[in-house]
């Protein structure tokens, strides 16, 4: 079946460093690919998506790029801050055409001043 | 334009008690998803409604049910919970043929 691999957290750094989140996939057809990010006691905020290969998400800074070749979707920030410190979980959608979403364990982001 | 609305946010529960959660999607939206979060299983989703239809279910018990109303509103119902029942609850809806999602603030679910 479907599934999504994230590298284990926590991810820790300090202000203004750069981000890389990775993030590969296993699907059958061509789903769609998503960041979302779910801040403490919250909900999931969808962050960033590409619907085909070579798309490029963006969004607040954080951009990733669907990689059809190495299945991949990779989250990246050139400059981070502590209000990014979160959980990021990539997903992708069903193929066969319904909205069911496929998670990641989800990575934590701490960073600090 | 009002995001997605869940309520309760908060309950606590007995095992063998039944517990219904609700969620209100987006104005227009006519799929809503739920998913299951806990910190061992991470994001599991449990079924979708389109129309008043359940076109999807994921792997859970059949204790875990739900419906959705003419007006998109859904509610899911778990019957005689147990203790591994305890999560955080999410709906989410999307348009149906759009497959981007938008999730609600969640339920957490205590059963004790």
């Known amino acids: 079946g479907d599934s999504v691999t994230q590298m284990e957290g926590p991810v820790t750094l300090s202000e203004e460093a750069f981000l890389t989140i990775n993030c590969t996939y296993t699907a059958t057809g061509y789903p769609s690919l998503f960041w979302y990010v779910q801040y403490p006691g919250e909900g999931l905020q969808l962050l960033l998506k590409?619907?085909?290969?070579?798309d490029k998400g963006s969004n607040k800074g954080f951009e990733a790029t669907y990689r059809k070749e190495t299945t991949s979707f990779h989250l990246e920030k050139g400059s981070v801050q502590v209000s990014d410190s979160a959980v990021y979980f990539c997903a992708l959608s069903d193929p066969s055409g319904y909205s069911t979403l496929t998670f990641g364990k989800g990575t934590m982001l701490l960073v600090s001043p | 334009k009002a995001g997605v609305t869940q309520t309760p946010r908060y309950l606590i529960k007995t095992r063998g008690q039944q517990v219904t959660l609700s969620c209100s999607p987006i104005?227009?939206?006519?799929?809503v998803s739920w998913y299951q979060q806990t910190p061992g299983q991470g994001l599991q989703f449990l079924f979708e409604y389109f129309s008043e239809t359940q076109r999807n279910k994921g792997n859970f018990p059949g204790r875990f049910s739900g419906r959705q109303f003419s007006n998109s509103r859904s509610e899911m119902n778990v019957s005689t919970l147990e203790l591994g029942d305890s999560a955080l609850y999410l709906c989410?809806?999307?348009?149906?043929?759009?497959?981007?999602?938008?999730f609600g603030p969640g339920t957490r679910l205590l059963v004790l």
């Open positions: 989410a809806s999307s348009l149906g043929m759009e497959k981007t999602q938008y």
């Open positions: 104005s227009g939206h006519r799929s």
């Open positions: 590409a619907t085909k290969a070579d």
